[in-house]
């Protein structure tokens, strides 16, 4: 019996990116067309590899720097939540180069939300699977400061559970704008500590 399930739900990719370093104190994003993920991810994104230094996400369970599995190479968000940020911070449009996504994707209800160990498979089986929800961080504050600086500096309140997710490659592939990701989710209750 299939541990994961898939829904009925699908999501639509309407924008891809690249980070390719973080020299500037500012997120830098590329736009691309198309994004050949392989299992470190995006090779040249800012997140890619197999394994990553810990950082600030993680110091309960390990000593800042420590080598450990990357299980944020990937940064999906949703156009609807996005819309929501933009409107809460008074822009017309939050860009997502503004955030740094990797993708952006619609269709997706409560996409900030999704279980860990969900997964996004694309047409041509990469697959995607949600390790947490992303937590808002002052970086995207500092690189819409010059174009919306009153906006910047109500970012990261508003991003508030609405940031999206991170994710990592299970399944190498091509994504490209306007692939259809479908949802599969795991096949387990919600834990509850008192039963």
């Known amino acids: 019996m299939p541990a994961l399930k898939p829904t009925a739900y699908e999501a639509r990719v309407v924008w891809l990116g690249v980070v390719p370093h973080r020299d500037a ?3 830098v994003t590329t736009p691309l067309k198309t994004m050949r993920l392989g299992f470190g991810g995006y090779e040249g994104d800012v997140h890619s590899g197999v394994t990553r230094p810990s950082c600030s996400r993680v ?3 390990h000593p800042k720097g420590t080598e450990i599995a990357n299980v944020r190479q990937i940064s999906i968000v949703s156009a609807e939540e996005m819309a929501r940020i933009a409107e809460k911070i008074g822009v ?3 860009l997502p180069e503004w955030i740094g996504a990797s993708i952006v994707i619609e269709g997706l209800p409560d ?3 999704l279980s860990p160990s969900a997964r996004l498979q694309g047409p041509d089986g990469v697959t995607l699977v949600v390790d947490m ?4 961080c002052k970086l995207p504050a500092i690189t819409m400061k ?3 600086p009153e906006a910047a500096a109500k970012f990261k309140a508003a991003a508030e559970g609405l940031r999206g997710v991170t994710a990592w490659v299970e399944r ?3 994504l490209e704008i306007g692939a259809s990701l479908r949802l599969h989710l795991p096949d387990q209750r919600a834990w509850q500590p008192d039963e």
């Open 59 to 61: 110091l309960a369970q």
């Open 25 to 27: 104190p500012q997120i």
């Open 111 to 113: 996409l900030s939300h």
């Open 146 to 148: 010059p174009e919306a």
């Open 133 to 136: 929800q992303n937590r808002p």
């Open 172 to 174: 190498p592939g091509e």
């Open 92 to 94: 017309e449009r939050l």
